[in-house]
């Protein structure tokens, strides 16, 4: 006897058919732990899949699962929180194509909008009002020869450049790639201690040391709300 194929729920058919439909591991209101907005209310919406498996990340959950939701259901979610800020994060949300019509349609509807993006790909569909932010992967990542960085010379100043640093070694390329790319000058630049593997002060110490022309940062979130999903 063959197999019996699971039933499928006729809401669920529906979405998967709709051509505007995008898989979500979760919706939900919290404080900008990062990047520019830092501390601004802003809904996430968080896209489930992501190519890359970098070591420190915090949100293994969002590689697989989620749940079929179309962009109209998406942004009366969001509307439902009144908020002005919104990130469309991951995962990776660009391993998705449809994302690029959500964060249009974020656009349109007046909020404003970033992304967060690992920059393994091609930044150059997103619509410019958004505030892209390339999340570039230092090699303490595991992933930085996934780096695509044909997407630098995309870069204006309404986006973001952020380097997770783990080490010294990570500090070392992240401070020859800004020098050398001249990163500076074109947006934000914002260097990070990986959570957990490298001490805050030691990474602001460096950074004072070498004059270096870009912004600390440590995760707001996790200070409040340490590890826990959805914050």
Known sequence: MGAVAAEVPASEDRVRSD????????????LQGEARDVGWRTVFVRLTGCPLRCTYCDTTYSFFGGTWRTIDAILDEVARHAPSHVCVTGGEP????????????????????????SGALDIA?????????LDLKTPGSGE??????????QLTPHDQVKFVVCDRADYEWARALLADHALDRRCDVLFSPAHGQLAPRTL????????????????????????????
């Open 94 to 117: 660009l391993a998705q194509k449809r994302c690029l019509a959500l964060l249009s349609r974020l656009c349109d509807a007046g909020y404003s909008v970033s992304l967060e993006t």
């Open 204 to 231: 602001a110490e460096w950074i004072l040391e070498d004059r270096l022309p870009a912004r600390f940062q440590l995760q707001l979130h996790k200070l409040l709300w340490g590890d826990e999903p959805g914050r």
């Open 144 to 153: 930085s020869h996934r780096n695509r960085l044909e997407n630098l010379a």
């Open 19 to 30: 051509p505007e439909r995008l898989r979500i591991t979760e919706i939900f209101h919290s």
């Open 125 to 133: 569909g997103v619509d410019r009002r958004v505030s892209r932010v």
